[in-house]
């Protein structure tokens, strides 16, 4: 990172005051460690994360804490969301070593970049304590935290290793089963606990799918269960819309108040499929809800989204969010009681020190809202948006922003909404003219005015996901196009043509302690996962057999990844649902798709059915696709379908309603 990428990094500026002499991570940082003869102490976080602002304020402000990391080590700060591959080796380190992760992640590393320590947050007093430690055997007894360190990259580039496996119904029946093992039949969430619960919403997205092809009715009712009650609790903003980014206790009551656009993508993706499943209109105002505080809050002028809000206001953690019943006596006078009692706001509160969490757990009949309660909602929106504020990180993240494509286009062609679709595209336009080069390889982030940092795996991986679902909702060549163009890439720089699966980074990137490739789900469906679905995609749009040969290769890789804890993989599981059950591809001819087709794609509830458009405006676009050559004349007057399975069309037909016959009787068979 350069002095003046360094510069853009929101997470990096919070910190450049600290007396802590900071260096971006890089070759000058690790030179300087060798040269001076000194470990390198590594802090990764990012911008709104609570506990990284918590131990920057304990110890990164604290001057004996500055003069014995300036004396003794190296000190190099990163910021996770910008550079995901270095966050990932020091990550699967600290599970390796602690059984769990989290941020601020804290490393000691020598100047080759090999961890001897790894943790997470700590005190100020254990941290003075670790660090007289490190620097003692640094100098004392090297060999011993040398030999720690071998140790843990050895453990870490033995974790590489994968066999491939055959994808197979009975691993996607396993996953299933085992997610309903950990459920929550109260409270809904996978925990199996008392908190913290995370919305995940990748596993939602899988068990709904399931359900849709098996007929498995537990599977969705334990997603409608965990969305009621996500929405219900605090992790909801009930004044403004959007998720925060995880709860705290079972109930889904007290969240990590974050809001993260990652998050919000993938539940809007979640909520739209299971309105698209149930038709209960809840989940329809839901999505609606958080779409409009994704646009109103989260999208930056030039047209991508920025990554989110902070957890803190005031230097308080969720200060901006929560409310006494008094403040609220005094702003809405006698109308504060129906408010309170719609919300749950009491005296003694819900929250800390009398203060409440607005939520609907405990309202009677909260699917159906009463029409004054939209006015008063308003007023203490307004008012809490001039009491405090919050920070933001401001930054655009190609991987996120292709994220938020898929969930707008998903969206727009659900409800019909060409806003959302017009969204979709302006941020598809962005990502193209403002962090794609002009050979096609893409930057990770962009902001003010910026773009900077190669691009990684989950880049290219969730902006093809993206591409292809914008086509799917608009039937606009040119983001097919672009899908492919972005998969080609992918592919050049990042597959293993040998054994299955992508890398983090390019070939030609930079080249870190370990080349590990990730599979597994965390926060996000894993890339590699997310990569076998867009290949997948890609040869039933196309026809194109290396996209299929990639597919196959990719799958038995995820299928092998998978084995030993499919429900730690459920994208990676959905992905294989279209490769397991019966798939379909619609081919449409006409000189203007009719309408009569998107109501079909609104109503159509089978994601297994792929849906590709030749129209006069389309062709040129298409001519990198040889089917469109020569195949599916465009009709003069009205169109054409055609209806293809295992490599085999149906006879041209000419009304809707038969293609919609068809459909379900090769259902039946």
């Known amino acids: 990172m350069n002095l003046l990428q360094y510069e853009k990094s929101p997470y990096l500026l919070q910190h450049k005051d600290n007396p802590v002499s900071w260096m971006p991570w890089g070759e000058a940082a690790f030179r300087k460690a060798m040269e001076e003869d000194k470990p390198v102490f590594l802090s990764i976080g990012y911008s709104t994360c609570h506990w990284c602002h918590v131990m920057a304020r304990e110890s990164f402000t604290d001057a004996a804490v500055a003069a014995v990391l300036d004396r003794a080590f190296v000190s190099v700060k990163v910021d996770r969301e910008e550079r995901p591959d270095i966050d990932a080796v020091y990550m699967a380190a600290c599970v390796a070593i602690n059984g769990t992760g989290g941020w601020p992640l804290t490393v000691i590393l020598t100047p080759e970049q090999v961890p001897v320590w790894v943790g997470t947050y700590l005190p100020k007093a254990q941290l003075l304590v670790l660090l007289a430690q490190v620097s003692q055997l640094w100098h004392r007894d090297r060999e011993r935290l040398l030999s720690s360190g071998q140790e843990l990259t050895n453990v870490l580039r033995r974790q590489a290793r994968t ?200 309202t009677v009949d909260w699917e159906k809202e009463p029409r004054e309660i939209g006015a008063l909602r308003e007023k203490v929106r307004d008012y809490r948006c001039r009491r405090t504020t919050l920070g933001q990180d401001d930054k655009v993240l190609t991987a996120w922003n292709g994220l938020m494509i898929a969930a707008l286009a998903r969206a727009g062609l659900i409800f019909s909404e060409q806003r959302y679709l017009d969204a ?17 390889r893409l930057l990770a982030r962009w902001r003010d005015g910026e773009a900077a940092l190669a691009g990684m795996l989950d880049d290219y991986s969730f902006l093809a996901w993206g591409l292809v679902e914008l086509y799917e909702a608009t039937l606009q060549s040119e983001w097919l196009e672009l899908a492919c163009h972005t998969a080609d890439v992918m592919i050049s720089c990042f597959f293993d043509g040998e054994k299955g699966g992508f890398y983090p980074y390019a070939s030609d990137g930079e080249q870190l302690i370990t080349r590990n490739k990730e599979h597994y789900d965390g926060a996000l469906p894993s ?31 995820l299928a092998g990844a998978a084995e030993q804890y499919p429900a730690g993989h459920s994208f990676a599981l959905l992905a294989m649902l ?38 006069d405006a389309s062709s040129e676009l298409l001519s990198f696709l040889a089917p469109f050559t020569s195949e599916y004349p465009i009709p003069r007057e009205g169109a054409t379908y055609y209806l293809c399975q295992n490599g085999k069309c149906s006879l041209p037909v000419q009304d809707i309603e038969e293609i919609k016959a068809l459909i379900l009787f090769s259902h039946k068979k």
Not at 546 to 557: G, T
Not at 591 to 615: G, H, I, W
Request: aromatic share 12%; hydrophobic share 35%; with cysteine.
């Open 424 to 440: 979709a595209q302006k941020t598809a336009e962005f990502i193209r003219s403002r962090l794609q080069d002009k050979q096609g």
């Open 163 to 362: 066999r491939p496996g055959m994808p197979r119904k009975e691993l996607v029946y396993a996953g299933a089963a085992e997610f309903a093992r950990s459920f929550d039949p109260e409270w809904g969430g996978f925990t199996g606990g008392s908190g913290p619960k995370f919305p995940s919403a990748h596993n939602l997205l899988f068990l709904l799918r399931f359900s849709a092809l098996t007929g498995d009715e537990k599977a969705r009712s334990m997603v409608e269960c965990t969305l009621e009650h996500m929405y219900r609790g605090g992790m909801f903003d009930h004044l403004e819309g959007g998720f925060c980014r995880y709860a705290t206790d079972r109930r889904w009551l007290v969240p990590h108040f974050e809001k993260m656009l990652y998050d919000n993508a993938m539940l809007v993706l979640a909520y739209a499929e299971a309105y698209q499943q149930t038709g209960r209109r809840i989940f329809q105002d839901i999505v609606c809800r958080t779409l409009d505080y994704v646009l109103n809050t989260l999208q930056d002028p030039a047209g991508g989204f920025i990554c989110g809000q902070d957890a803190d206001s005031d230097g308080e953690e969720g200060k901006y969010y929560v409310f006494s019943r008094d403040e609220l006596d005094q702003l809405l006078g006698d109308a504060a009681e129906t408010f309170c009692s719609r919300f749950c706001v009491t005296e003694q509160g819900n929250f800390q020190d009398g203060k409440n969490i607005l939520n609907l757990i405990g």
């Open 527 to 557: 890339g590699n996962a997310a990569a076998g679905l867009v290949l997948s995609r890609l040869g039933r749009l196309t026809g194109e057999q290396h996209w299929r040969e990639a597919a196959k290769l990719q799958f038995q890789y």
């Open 578 to 615: 279209e490769e397991l059950w019966p798939t379909a591809e619609l081919v449409v001819a006409a000189q203007t798709l009719p309408e009569e087709l998107y109501a079909f794609l609104r109503q159509n509830t089978d994601t297994r059915m792929c849906v590709l458009a030749k129209t």
